[in-house]
Each structure stands twice: as C-alpha cells, then as structure tokens.
Nanobody, 117 residues
Framework: QVQLVESGGGLVQPGGSLRLSCAAS????????LGWYRQAPGKQRELVAA???????NYADSVKGRFTISRDNAKNTVYLQMNSLKPEDTAVYYC???????????WGQGTQVTVSS
C-alpha cells in the first residue's frame, strides 16, 4: 500500500518562507513523476510544480522564481521550497506520485498553508 505523507505547512506572514515535504512509502519512487498541487477554497485544484524522474522541472507561472521543487530518491521524499509567499498562495497543498503511462496515481492527504499578517 503506497502512502504519501505531507508535512511542513502552517501559518506564515507575507514575504515569508515554508518548506513542504512529502514522504512516500511502499512505492517505486525513483522512477515516478512527482508533483505539488494546491486547492484554495472555492477553486479547482491546480498544478504548482512538477519534477520528472530525470530531474526536469516545471512550474505554474504564478510561482516561478519563488518556489522550487526537488526530490531525494534515497529518502523517497519530494520537497517544495516556497519563498516570498503571498496571501494568494493560501491553499491546501497536495503531493502526487504517478506513473508516466498512468499505471498508478497516488495522492497525499494535504497540508494547509496560510499566508496572512
């Protein structure tokens, strides 16, 4: 049974930073595509950042230059470093692990990020 567990969310002031972590167990992590998504109240879930098994990354335009996704295959963990946070970054953040041919698709339970003064 694959489990993804996010951590690192919380309350931060505008301009502050947070680092989210997502630890996977029971998966073939090193060959998976990984991503961070977020869902704000009343909005659809959206892709924030993604990283391939080879380390290529892509970001939503709204977070480019502020967020960085990375992975540590030895620890089965994917990270999202979030800097210069804005109130509009407030959302529940989810990590996702998936196969390139759609053969598997796993989600974490989410972690709340609130940016407010």
């Amino acid at each position: 049974q694959v489990q993804l567990v996010e951590s690192g969310g919380g309350l931060v002031q505008p301009g502050g930073s947070l680092r989210l972590s997502c630890a996977a167990s029971g998966s073939i992590f090193s060959i998976s595509a990984l991503g961070w998504y977020r869902q704000a109240p009343g909005k659809q879930r959206e892709l924030v950042a993604a990283i391939t098994s080879g380390g290529s990354t892509n970001y939503a335009d709204s977070v480019k230059g502020r967020f960085t996704i990375s992975r540590d295959n030895a620890k089965n963990t994917v990270y999202l470093q979030m800097n210069s946070l804005k109130p509009e970054d407030t959302a529940v953040y989810y990590c996702r692990e998936s196969g390139y041919d759609g053969e598997y698709d796993y989600w974490g339970q989410g972690t709340q990020v609130t940016v407010s003064s």
